[in-house]
């Protein structure tokens, strides 16, 4: 099979997790490169953030017509975000690549972990009253968008510092920084963050784009891929049950967490 | 925490942010993916280590494919400016300027990279 299909089957797998779940899909874009394709830790962050990009503005491009999304709560974030990514990237000239994958493997296992947690304690909602993510700020705005912004804002700008220095969205801060800190529903959480993300992976590309560390033939068919994943998980976001996709993530997500500390360890991953 | 109920219903005033999203990643990824084809069709031998500047002024199918790139990593700034043009129009003043600084934060960017690169 030639190899530009299996980066966009990969990248296609990496866009419905991440447009599903409200990550970028960097998560698994960088080690599915680094382990799976052997391409060089930086050419891999840069083209995951490119990635992240395609699955947040496919997904978002659907959740912002549908109303799903807060974009002013996901804006005001952004500013935490880009801030964060900056800095981010900036390190990530400076950090010696064994130590990016260590902690891209800690990264991986708290993911890992969160995701587990929230399966485990997951219940039936409890609907308390409705809530509009689209109300402008004022007397019929969200609670939860005036909700522990400080912390908020602060969370953001360690996601970005994420985003930056290992190519992913973010997502997995900013979602449940929305969703548990702010107390948005999940579906909202999710959507905003699909929202961000995209602002905040742009804030770290341009340093990997415009220094050549991206393989333009090697990142076209993962955006492609991850391009049309998204727009297929955007849209059957609504429909399906995402508890058996979140167990299917942890797995997939704590075994790429071993084989990435394996290399971060040096050893043969 | 609470756990409110989320409605999700059609705003058409945010149909301006959402076809700006949306046409801007098409006409990106379309470009992306004809400068892929006419790569794997010419048998052009891959560019590497070059930043996507060069890249377009090369031209060619990787030019292509960089400008496919660098046209993705900037619809996030497009439809930030079609934001602002919504909370403009409704008068929110508040998150107009958060909107315009976060927008500034990332053309700051953009262009500062481009000239490290340049430099580089």
Not at chain 1, 78 to 91: E, H, I, R
Not at chain 1, 99 to 122: E, H, K, N, Q, S
Not at chain 1, 153 to 169: E, H, I, K, P, R
Not at chain 2, 48 to 57: A, H, P, Y
């Amino acid at each position: 099979m030639p190899i530009e299909l299996l980066l966009a089957a990969s990248g296609l797998v990496a866009g419905i997790f991440g447009a599903l779940l409200g990550l970028g899909g960097g998560i698994l874009i960088v080690p599915i490169l680094t382990l799976g394709f052997g391409v060089p830790l930086p050419a891999a962050v840069g083209t995951s953030l490119i990635c992240v990009i395609a699955t947040s503005t496919g997904a978002a491009a659907v959740n912002v017509r549908a109303g799903r999304a807060d974009v002013r709560l996901g804006i005001t974030l952004g500013a935490g975000t880009v801030v964060g990514a900056l800095t981010g990237g900036m390190l990530a000239g400076f950090v010696p690549e064994r130590i990016v994958a260590g902690l891209f493997a800690a990264l991986l296992a708290y993911t890992a972990l969160t995701m587990a947690r929230g399966l485990v304690r997951r219940t039936a909602a409890d609907p308390i009253a409705p809530v509009d993510p689209t109300a402008p700020d004022g007397p019929d705005a969200p609670a939860y968008r005036s909700r522990h912004v400080p912390a908020a804002v602060g969370g953001s700008f360690l996601a970005g510092n994420v985003s930056g220095l290992l190519g992913v969205g973010g997502g997995v801060v900013t979602v449940p920084l929305v969703h548990l800190v702010m107390g948005a529903p999940m579906r909202i959480s999710v959507a905003t963050s699909n929202y961000m993300i995209g602002i905040t992976a742009a804030a770290g590309a341009y340093a990997y784009l415009f220094r050549g560390d991206i393989d333009a033939r090697l990142a076209a068919p993962v955006v492609l891929g991850v391009a049309a994943g998204a727009a297929i998980g955007a849209a059957i976001s609504g429909r399906i049950r995402t508890t058996w996709l979140i167990g299917l993530f942890v797995v997939v997500v704590a075994y790429v967490s071993v084989r990435m500390a394996l290399l971060a360890a040096g050893a043969p991953s | 925490m609470s756990d409110e109920r989320a409605t999700a219903r059609p705003v058409s005033g945010w149909s301006l942010v959402a076809s700006v999203l949306r046409w801007g990643t098409i006409v990106a990824v379309v470009a992306a993916g004809l400068g892929l084809a006419w790569a794997l069709a010419g048998g052009a031998s891959p560019q590497t280590d070059r930043s996507v500047l060069e890249l377009i002024g090369d031209g060619g199918p990787d030019g292509l494919i960089a400008i496919g790139l660098l046209a993705l990593t900037l619809v996030p700034i497009a439809a930030l400016a079609a934001a602002a043009v919504v909370f403009a129009g409704a008068m929110e003043r508040r998150s107009l300027l958060i909107t315009l600084g976060v927008l500034l934060l990332l053309l700051v960017s953009l262009v500062a990279a481009a000239l490290l690169g340049a430099s580089g």
